[in-house]
């Protein structure tokens, strides 16, 4: 274990894998996008922030609905594929530990920040960024790993934050902060946020035909993911 988790674009070594494996992947296409795209709501005519936007699934589908789409990602060459996958969207390059100075004051209607606060050191920091670039009466959705999950898999002090390594089934070496529920909901108040809805997802019902094992657990068991939609307070 270390201290922080560093300014790495850690899946930018296995960004091309990482996109073919989530375009219909279980966790991604199947569980994480249809809860957070079900919290963004009706995203028509809106102006959509995905923050750390990887290789674009959560774009194309946010433009397929009639949304204006900017995002950003700290890897290069994921926000290549998703330039390439949505290039009616806008993308760059950006490292969320640093200001989002290309974007105004109250200048987009809802943030999508999916599976990527964990792999932040200042994460006050960042959602503060994302509470400012928010519109009076926008949202933030924001998924994350489900800290019990995080727990069973490494034991220890589940209330304690701290970094953790994994090696994911791919062989794809990441690491990322696990911490507790409370301090996830903290930071979020912290950053002038109130907390509109908190789900646990259940993976849809196509996702059963892919892995009946892990359907069966997911439905049952609160060992994957969970996603929140907060509000500027």
């Known amino acids: 274990m270390t201290d922080a988790v560093g300014r790495e674009a850690q899946y930018e070594r296995f960004a091309d894998e990482f996109a073919e494996h989530a375009e219909d992947g279980f966790h991604n296409a199947h569980y994480d996008r249809p809860a957070c795209l079900e919290l963004l709501g009706d995203v028509a005519g809106k102006r959509v922030l995905d923050a750390a936007c990887g290789p674009g699934f959560y774009a194309a589908e946010l433009v397929a609905r009639g949304a204006q789409v900017v995002g950003c ?120 946020f109130l907390i509109e809805r908190l789900r646990e997802p259940r993976p849809a019902e196509s996702a059963a035909a892919i892995s009946p094992e892990r359907y069966e657990r997911l439905t049952r068991e609160p060992t994957g993911f969970l996603a929140i939609r907060a509000r500027p307070a």
């Open 73 to 192: 990602d700290i890897s290069p060459r994921m926000v290549e594929l998703a330039a390439q996958r949505v290039p009616s969207a806008e993308f760059r390059v950006h490292d969320l530990a640093e200001p989002l100075d290309w974007l105004p004051d109250s200048s987009v209607d809802l943030v999508l920040f999916a599976l990527a606060v964990e792999y932040l050191d200042d994460r006050l920091a960042a959602l503060r960024e994302l509470r400012r670039v928010l519109r009076p009466g926008g949202a933030l959705v924001l998924s994350r790993m489900h800290p019990t999950g995080d727990w069973l898999r490494h034991g220890g002090n589940y209330f304690e934050s701290r970094v953790v390594e994994e090696v994911w089934s791919r062989g794809w070496h990441v690491r990322f902060w696990t911490a507790p529920l409370e301090v996830t909901c903290e930071e979020l108040f912290e950053a002038g």
